[in-house]
């Protein structure tokens, strides 16, 4: 995720992964904050033209699925953004129906221990995979909070 936000005709840029956990603040292309983490809430003190600025990030919700990125200068509210994953689109009936064929087929299989665990988990996760991929499509919607 990178996040902009500009104060006094400066570009104040937040990196961070959350595959990676790493969090990069910078301002005008210049590394001023680094860490690493991977909690639900991370927040970055800096000093900016000579005040206090701060960046925090939160994830909402057990899903994880809604991001919020503050930023403030001075104990004030200069810009939010809200950062909601979701998915577009349905796994068609048919193709449930197909997918609880071939996960019964499989646990029949594997109750007749003619195969074991590890194939009976791979045939069965690829579909599945192939299956999500094919019919549901990630979506990232960002909304400016301060925006009317």
Same mark, same amino acid.
């Given at each position: =995720? #990178?996040?902009? &936000?500009?104060?006094?005709?400066? #570009?104040?840029?937040?990196?961070?992964?959350?595959?990676?956990?790493?969090?990069?603040? =910078? @301002?005008?292309?210049?590394?001023?904050?680094?860490?690493?983490?991977?909690?639900?809430?991370?927040?970055?003190?800096?000093?900016?033209?000579?005040?206090?600025?701060?960046?925090? +990030?939160? +994830?909402?919700? /057990?899903?994880?699925?809604?991001?919020?990125?503050? /930023? &403030?200068? $001075?104990?004030?509210? @200069?810009?939010?953004?809200? +950062?909601?994953?979701?998915?577009?689109?349905?796994?068609?009936?048919? *193709?449930?129906?197909?997918?609880?064929? @071939? $996960?019964?087929?499989?646990? !029949?299989?594997? *109750?007749?221990?003619?195969?074991?665990? !590890?194939?009976?988990?791979?045939? *069965?996760? @690829?579909?599945?995979?192939?299956? =999500? /991929?094919?019919?549901?499509?990630?979506? !990232?919607?960002?909304?400016? +909070? #301060?925006?009317?």
């Amino acid at each position: =995720m #990178l996040f902009k &936000f500009y104060y006094n005709n400066r #570009l104040i840029t937040y990196d961070c992964s959350p595959v990676s956990g790493k969090e990069v603040v =910078m @301002i005008d292309g210049e590394v001023i904050s680094e860490s690493k983490s991977y909690k639900m809430s991370s927040s970055h003190e800096f000093v900016l033209d000579g005040k206090a600025a701060k960046i925090n +990030l939160s +994830l909402k919700g /057990f899903t994880k699925n809604v991001t919020i990125c503050e /930023f &403030f200068v $001075a104990g004030e509210l @200069i810009n939010a953004y809200q +950062l909601t994953y979701g998915s577009k689109g349905n796994i068609p009936l048919m *193709a449930r129906i197909i997918m609880l064929i @071939i $996960a019964a087929t499989i646990g !029949w299989f594997y *109750a007749s221990q003619v195969i074991d665990e !590890w194939l009976a988990f791979a045939i *069965a996760i @690829i579909p599945s995979v192939a299956i =999500m /991929f094919k019919f549901e499509k990630p979506n !990232w919607t960002c909304e400016d +909070l #301060l925006k009317s």
